[in-house]
């Protein structure tokens, strides 16, 4: 399973460098995206010719193609793809401007978007591959100061569920890969705030001294094996989560759908009317 090529994009840290390390390490070539190639200096000097560095910002549709069609020709093909570039960006929705959206979606969903639609005539002409799209646990269910951010790992979500239909045919996969809380940048340097509106200190209080922010953060290198499993897989799942929480936030916040959608069952089944209207 070993000498596959790999395209990854925000591989500077993170989860990105992790995955990209732990491919490059058994053997496996990987391109490797960020807007500063100077962040990837250690890996080409550890792996040579196995990396190919390449300088992008992913909410460049034209740059996007380009970079997929550069690693394409450069390796001779192209089996694993990977949409791991982002960030978080933080604030009550009340708060968040409009440029702070657009940019938000711009690079969470658009710029995984635009390397999703570079890759898939490559792989679909060769009847294999593997799209990986790093969403989060925050990509199906949602907590206070970061609803943008859960806005554009939903729309991930769906499209990302839509494609692995589409797809299947031409024996390609697609995971999306779901991590809890780890010890990356997303929540660093590498965010962004919008200005806060007083109002809402209590919100904001209460939502940081909720539970799931108080645990202790996952080690971003524990995450190499899950990956690397994920990729060898004959049949590798559509969704995965990574760490231990996000299953029970999940399983806790299904519940209560389930529940209240029962609740208003009748209400819902009345609103049909009988009829046979589209």
């Known amino acids: 399973m070993s000498d596959r090529i790999w395209f990854i994009t925000g591989t500077s840290r993170g989860f990105g460098r992790e995955w990209a390390q732990a491919a490059l390490e058994r053997g496996d070539r990987v391109a490797a995206t960020a807007r500063d190639t100077g962040s990837l200096d250690a890996l080409v000097a550890a792996h040579g010719d196995a990396v190919l560095p390449i300088a992008l910002d992913v909410t460049d549709r034209a740059a996007a193609f380009a970079a997929v069609a550069r690693a394409h020709e450069h390796f001779g093909g192209l089996d694993i793809v990977v949409n791991n570039a982002g960030y978080g960006q933080f604030g009550m929705v009340e708060e968040l401007s409009e440029a702070e959206?657009?940019?938000?979606?711009?690079?969470?969903?658009?710029?995984?978007?635009?390397?999703?639609?570079?890759a898939l005539p490559f792989l679909r002409a060769q009847g294999s591959g593997h799209l990986l799209q790093v969403s989060s646990i925050g990509g199906i269910s949602a907590f206070p100061t970061v609803g943008i951010y859960h806005a554009s790992k939903w729309a991930l979500e769906g499209i990302s569920q839509a494609l692995a239909q589409e797809v299947k045919g031409f024996g390609i996969h697609v995971t999306l890969i779901e991590p809890g809380g780890y010890a990356t940048d997303w929540g660093g340097a590498s965010a962004r705030h919008a200005t806060p509106i007083d109002a809402y200190d209590g919100v904001r209080e209460a939502a940081a001294d909720r539970p799931s922010r108080r645990g202790t953060p996952g080690d971003p290198r524990a995450t190499r094996e899950a990956i690397l499993k994920i990729v060898d897989a004959d049949e590798p799942p559509l969704r995965v989560f990574l760490g231990e929480a996000p299953l029970g936030i999940a399983t806790a916040d299904y519940e209560s759908r389930l529940a209240e959608w029962n609740a208003w069952q009748e209400v819902a089944v009345r609103a049909h009317g009988g009829g046979s209207g589209g």
């Open 101 to 118: 959206c657009r940019d938000q979606i711009e690079t969470n969903l658009f710029g995984a978007l635009w390397i999703t639609q570079a």
